[in-house]
Structure formats: C-alpha cells, structure tokens
C-alpha cells in the first residue's frame, strides 16, 4: 500500500492563520473532487475558523474520562474506517488523554499516513523538538508538547503562513486570536514584538535549511556535483597576509547582496608548502569574521588552489572571493602563474572575484617552495634537459672554435646544475649522461663520433655524474628539511587555533573538535565522556568499529575522555598532531570542569554573603519585636493587678503583636534558608489557582476597595504547592498594596499562555527600574524603604525560591501607566 503524503503549515505563533489556511485548502481540495474529511479542528473560539469549518465533511471525536473531566480527541479508529483521501489534523503536537490509542497526535497522523491517507497538519516553531531551548530563551516559557524534528522533516511538504509580528499584535489586540480578558496578559508576555520577530525568523530559518537540506540530497542522489546558486556563500581565502580584512569585508558586502547570503572564511594551511600567514594576523581576521556574521574554517592541503576550490564545492558555494598576488612581475615571470589563475581554472561554475589591494604587486625575492621532490618536479626536469640540452647544443655548435671547448663544458656543467636543482638526482643523471656524450659526439674530434679512447674523456664523463649526484643530494636534503619545516609550520598554525579555542571558554571543545576534522581531512570526529556521553560531534556519523580511539587524560586508570576518528588511516605525523590536540583538549575538560568548581565556590560566597546579612538581620530586626514582648510581660508581670483593664489589654496587644511579628520573621528566615541550601520541600499537586488568590486576599484582609479581581474561570489547575502558592500571592500582593496609592487598588487577573498559566499581580505604585529588578529578590533588601516595620526584605526572595522551585517563574514587568507587574508563571495540568 502506498504511504500517504504529509504537508504541514508551519507558522512561527497561534494565530497566524494555520487553521484558517488548512480549512481553505480542504474546501479547494473538495472543490477539485477530492474526498475530504476534518479528522479534528480546535476553533479556539475563533469566530472565523468555526465558519470555515461549517459544512466540511467530519469524523465525530470521542471521549475520554480523565480524572472525572471529559476530553474530546481525534476518534483514529473512526478515520480510518471513512478512509478518506485526505485528512485534515490540527495540532500536531497535541498530546493525547491518556486511554488513547496513541500519547502524541503525531502518532496517530503517521498511523493514517500508513494506511495510505494523505494528511494535512498544522504546528507551530516552538513545537519542534530541536527548537525548544532556543524558543525558551525568546519567550522563557518551557515548550512541554513536542513534535521529533524527524516527523516534520520527513513531511512531503512544508509551508511557512507568515505574517509580519505586527500585524499578529492587532489581530490580537481586536479579539480575533484570543478572548478580551486574556489580551493584555499575552500582548505583555508571549506576544511581545521582539518575541514574535524572533520566532518568525526561526521558523523562516529552519524551513530554509530544511530545503536546503532537500536540495543536497537531491543533489546526491541523481549524482549532480555543480554547484546550484539556490543560496548565495561567499568564500573568501585567507592567507594571513595584510591584504584579509580587504577580502573579507568585500565578501561581506557580497553576501549581504541578497538575502540569506553566507559568508564564510578558509585558510588553507599546506602540510609541504610553507605559507607566509602569521598566527597573529589569522587571529584578528578569525575575530573580524565572526563580527560580520560569519563562520571561520581551516583545512590542509597540498595543492592550495584545488584545496580552496573542494572547500568551497563541498559548501556549495557560489562566489569565491581571493585576493590579487603580491607578487611582483619578477617573481611571476620566474615562478610562473600564482595560485589565482589556478583557480580560476579549476573553479568551474564558481565565480571567482580577484580583490587587488595596497599589497598587491610587491617586489620579493622568489621562495622555493614545494615538496620534497614531487613526481611533478622531476617530470620537469626530464623536461628541462631534453629541451635544454638540443638547444644548448645548438647554440654551442654555432659558436664552436678550437678556443671555446673549455666554455663548452662549464655551460654543460651549468645545465647539469640546474636540472639537478630543479628535478632532483635521476633527471640530473640522465642530463649528465646525455651532456657528456653530446659534448663528445659534438666538441671533441674526430667530430660526430662517440669514442672513448682518450682516459680524460671518461673522466669527464665521470665528473659530471658526480656533480650531478652531490648537487641532487644536497637539493634533496633542502627539499625534505622543507618539508618537515613546512609541515611543522601548518601544525603549529593548527595548535596555534586549537590553543586559542581553549581561551575562549565553554565553547572551546566543540570548536576544536571541528578543527581537528577539518585539518586532518577526516570525514567525522566525535569524543565522547567517560559515561559514554557524547561532548562534542562533527561531521558524518561516527560508524561503530569503524574508528580509532584517542585517550584524553586520565581519572584514575580510566580515560577521562575518548577521541573517535574516521575516514582515513593516520600517518605518524598525523599521529603526533593529534596526541598535541589530545593534550589540549583534555585541558580544556579540566578548564570545564575548574569553571563549574568556581561557580561552586561563587554559589558559596554568596551563602557566605546570605549568613553575614542573617546575623546582621537577627542582631536588629529580631531584637526589635523581641525586646518590645519582653517589656510588655515584665510589665504586666511587675505591675501585676495595679494595672488598669485598659493597660493590661494595651500591654497584651503588644506582646501579642510583637510576637506574631517575630514569628514572621523567624519563618521567613527559615525559608530564605532553605531556598538557599536547595532543600526546600515541595508536594506538588493539581491547585485552583483563583481558590489560592481568593485565600491570599482572606489572609490579609483585603476587601473590594483595595483589590480588583479579573480571574478567567475557564483556567484549568495548575501544578503547584498549595501552601507555598499561597504564601508566593501573600507576599507579592502585599508588597504590591504596601507600594500602591491608597486610591488605587491592586489587579490580579489569571489566565493561560499555552501549557503556562500566570497569576499577574499589578500595582501602581512608582515602578522598580530595569537595572534594580535583579536586587528586588536577593534576601535583605528593601530597595531603599526606610521602614524597618516592614520586615528584613525576604518576601520576594522567598518567593522566587518558592516558584522556581514548584517549576515555574517569578518575573517583574512594566504596567503600563505606570507601575509594577508581578507576573506568576506557572505549568498547567495536562488533562
């Protein structure tokens, strides 16, 4: 049976239009004759979508009792037997009740996709497993429904509804996404510009690399190896060299030409041919890369031009950006054409920008440069004496006298020399073989004839095999003391990065990690922990029994770490490079692990700091209360029954007042304390959220004139400590009415943001500024109230101890108008 087909509307935030646009696509679909079916729509209460729902063809769904609450989801078994030709799903992260056939909507769509029914689905970014830490650091509301990135990748089609953020806040702010009384709260808090602006970039984002994921694979399996300008990268080619930020901000101007360009930088370190690239230099220009928005990549070849030009195929890139040689025109016309032209001829349907720039042009003695003896250099100088020696020989044959037989050998001897230079030993022998037989058939009478009869002819002879095998030996030694120079000069460039990563921190092992494959030309690195968790991973999957392992460190007889290399067999050189990253890598572990050792120490300093202000709040502020009960019962046990009825209550009062002040104290004490150590007791249970507000408001005895009450009534549980919930809203709306104008009552509204719901308190007192919103909940501080009746300033701390530790936030915003929110934020019980 063949699979059905998946098409998912991606949209960045709810109410964007998903709903609305998979409706219209049924009624299209129905239009065209295809049997359409809603297997499960949610309206949300959207006047809109409920009238595009009606008169579309539809599965009843079932219940499901749930701890005595009755759950409406998709009836599976029921779709399946209408076994339309497509289903319409809305939520595809939905998490089912429990008794259903499935726990994830998910499940229940590939179900019908199985059974060859086509489906078309909805979800939104923040629902995409990948995404949830990063959509938690926009909203700081932790996404507990997730779809696999798999499932949303494997669609056969996916489609972003967009629509500009703020036109989202007016659909909101006119009561089309949400009822009026949850408007505010998540136009304050979910639906921020900024937050919609980034979620919209995020999903804008992930389906751009979904496609271009699409693309390469496509690409691969119809064997395609152009390069396809979907995307435009810039590659810019670093040498080290003064002319680098020239090359780099004009690749930055390219790729900023359109949009989604990339730009990336390479340098190409030779492991036999030295380069001129200074540490320093690369350093900067790395820094200057990353400012611009780009990546940084280093990688080891022999052949610079072919190694730049597989770097920048392998990234697809379309513009590669080198700059003009320094070279003079002296040095061009002895070395011949620069690495430019190269790539210019190998770069195929890359287009290649040449930048010139102040250094272009240079004069500079010309380097050796090369390996030691390549085939390519002796194939040379076979060349060089095969063309050389006829025309050398014709030319001495034209000026040949008696007198010139003794320049006739020197200029022999010469082309010896430099064929020896140029191509090593088996060259230059072969030129001194053929030199001392041309110059007898040619120099030596009887003319055009080889004989031998004279000894110091075949001395002769002998004499220029020998120069030409000293001059080869020394010009191997040179060339193989190059070489290992050169080779030793690209590793150190290498370790020079590596040990530059372990500077930077926490992000030091990743980057190393990649480093390592990109220079040793590996097709994948990962290194994993002692407990078999992988720390870091680049390139191809790491196939089981097919790597080689690398001991980092030691903890006891075990390794602390474990490098896994594969896609090439290592050389000793290579060997001795990565036991030097070996070394830096377990440096950077024990620079990890002395980070967290000293955000330890800092966790115990700050205790420190808490301890000192304790002893400082018992030796004042308890002394206070305390002092006051003791003089009211000394009173009233010295006195006795001298004392009037008026005095005895009056002294009474005191003492009783005194001591309920000092059991606050003392309890708000022994919480800070405990939300210090990290033991504080949580019992977590389903709590009424408007049952804990209404009990906070009898604690403190306020009535209608001093609290305004805006509860949603449709707000389910909460998962929460009831009694410490209690004590959160006690606190936060006593500092909010203490703080208030007495003409201005308190708000507390509630309501839901997705699997969040929030108790916001909200005063109008004069504000707390942004900068001073962190000290508002370290212990002791009262933010410059000079009332000391007021308590040691724990209220807040407790609090957010409290909160944090039930799984949810206690955050302070702007009211608008003026003011302070107190926004409660905590998770909602799954039904």
């Given at each position: ?476 030694r040179a060339a193989r003391a190059a070489r290992a120079a050169r080779r030793a000069a690209a590793e150190s460039e290498l370790l020079a990065t590596v040990a530059g990563s372990v500077l930077r921190g926490e992000s030091a092992i990743p980057a190393m990690v990649a480093r390592t494959r990109e220079s040793l030309g590996l097709a994948g690195v990962r290194l994993v922990g002692i407990d078999g968790d992988v720390l870091a991973v680049d390139g191809e999957p790491v196939r089981d029994g097919a790597y080689e392992s690398i001991a980092i460190g030691r903890v006891g007889s075990s390794p602390r770490a474990t490098l896994e290399l594969h896609g090439k067999d290592l050389d000793a050189a290579d060997r001795r490079l990565v036991d030097a990253i070996a070394a830096q890598l377990s440096a950077a572990l024990e620079h990890t692990d002395l980070t967290a050792t000293a955000r330890e120490a800092d966790a115990l300093a700050e205790t420190d700091q808490v301890r000192s202000a304790l002893l400082s709040a018992v030796s004042h502020d308890l002394r206070r209360p305390l002092a006051a009960a003791v003089a009211a019962i000394g009173g009233l046990r010295a006195a006795g029954m001298e004392l009037s009825v008026d005095d005895q209550r009056e002294l009474l009062a005191t003492a009783d007042e005194s001591l309920a002040t000092l059991s606050a104290l003392v309890t708000d004490l022994l919480d800070v304390s405990r939300v210090e150590a990290g033991v504080l007791a949580v019992s ?148």
């Open positions: 049976m063949k699979r059905g087909r998946l098409r998912v509307l991606l949209g960045a935030a709810p109410g964007v239009g998903k709903t609305y646009e998979m409706l219209e696509e049924g009624r299209r679909l129905i239009a065209d004759g295809q049997d359409v079916v809603v297997a499960i729509v949610e309206t949300h209460g959207r006047a809109a979508t409920a009238a595009l729902l009606e008169g579309l063809p539809s599965v009843p769904r079932h219940t499901v009792e749930h701890r005595g609450v009755a759950l409406s989801e998709m009836d599976l078994d029921a779709v399946l037997a209408r076994r339309p030709s497509v289903a319409l799903v809305d939520e595809l992260a939905h998490t089912n009740a429990p008794g259903s056939v499935h726990a994830k909507r998910w499940q229940d769509v590939e179900a019908l996709r199985a059974a060859g029914i086509d489906v078309i689905t909805t979800v939104n970014v923040q629902h995409i497993e990948s995404l949830g830490g990063v959509v938690e650091q926009i909203t700081g509301v932790v996404q507990r429904e997730t779809v696999p990135d798999a499932v949303v990748r494997g669609a056969d089609q996916v489609e972003v509804i967009d629509l500009a953020p703020q036109s989202l806040r007016d659909r909101l702010a006119a009561g089309v996404v949400y009822p009026a009384e949850r408007v505010d709260a998540a136009l304050s808090n979910y639906f921020r510009l900024g937050n919609l602006t980034a979620l919209r970039e995020l999903a804008l984002l992930w389906l751009a690399d979904e496609v271009d994921s699409a693309l390469k694979s496509y690409r691969e399996e119809h064997g395609i190896q152009g390069t396809w300008q979907a995307r435009e990268r810039v590659v810019v080619a670093l040498t080290g060299g003064p002319e680098g930020e020239t090359l780099l901000r004009r690749g930055a101007r390219i790729a900023a030409r359109s949009a989604g360009g990339e730009l990336l930088a390479v340098h190409v370190s030779s492991q036999d041919g030295l380069r001129t690239g200074a540490p320093g230099a690369l350093a900067k220009q790395r820094a200057l890369v990353e400012s611009l928005g780009g990546s940084y990549h280093q990688v080891i070849g022999d052949d610079i031009p072919r190694a730049l030009v597989e770097f920048a195929r392998s990234v697809d890139a379309t513009q590669l950006v080198i700059g003009v040689s320094r070279r003079g025109r002296l040095a061009a016309a002895i070395t011949g054409p620069g690495i430019g032209a190269t790539v210019i001829r190998e770069s195929g349907d890359i287009d290649v920008h040449i930048v010139t720039h102040s250094s272009a042009g240079r004069f500079a003695l010309p380097r050796i440069s090369g390996g030691a003896l390549s085939v390519k250099r002796r194939v040379l100088g076979f060349v060089l004496a095969l063309t050389g020696g006829p025309l050398l020989t014709w030319l001495l044959v034209v000026l040949r006298s008696e007198d010139t037989i003794t320049s006739d050998v020197l200029a022999y001897q010469l082309l010896v020399v430099i064929v020896a230079l140029v191509g090593g030993i088996w060259p230059a022998l072969f030129a001194a073989v053929m030199s001392g037989l041309t110059l007898n058939f040619f120099f030596v009478p009887p003319f055009y004839t080889i004989t031998v009869a004279d000894p110091r002819n075949a001395w002769a002879l002998v004499l220029y095999v020998v120069i030409a095998v000293l001059v080869s030996f020394v010009v191997d977590l249970a389903s709590v009424d959220a408007s049952g804990a507000v209404l009990s906070a408001l009898d604690e403190l005895a306020l009535g209608p004139e001093e609290v305004e009450l805006a509860l949603d009534p449709d707000l389910p549980p909460v998962i929460a400590d009831p009694v410490l919930l209690q004590r959160v809203i006690v606190n936060v709306l006593a500092n909010a009415r203490r703080h208030s104008p007495v003409d201005a009552p308190v708000l507390i509204s509630t309501s839901r943001l997705g699997a969040t719901a929030e108790i916001r308190v909200i005063d109008r007192g004069p504000g707390v500024p942004p900068e001073r919103r962190d000290d508002m909940f370290s212990p002791f501080q009262r933010l410059g109230d000079v009332d000391n009746t007021t308590g040691l300033g724990l209220g807040l701390a407790v609090s957010r101890g409290f909160v944090n530790g039930m799984g949810g936030t206690l955050t302070p915003e702007d009211t608008p108008g003026g003011g302070l929110t107190m926004v409660i934020a905590l998770p909602v019980e799954v039904a």
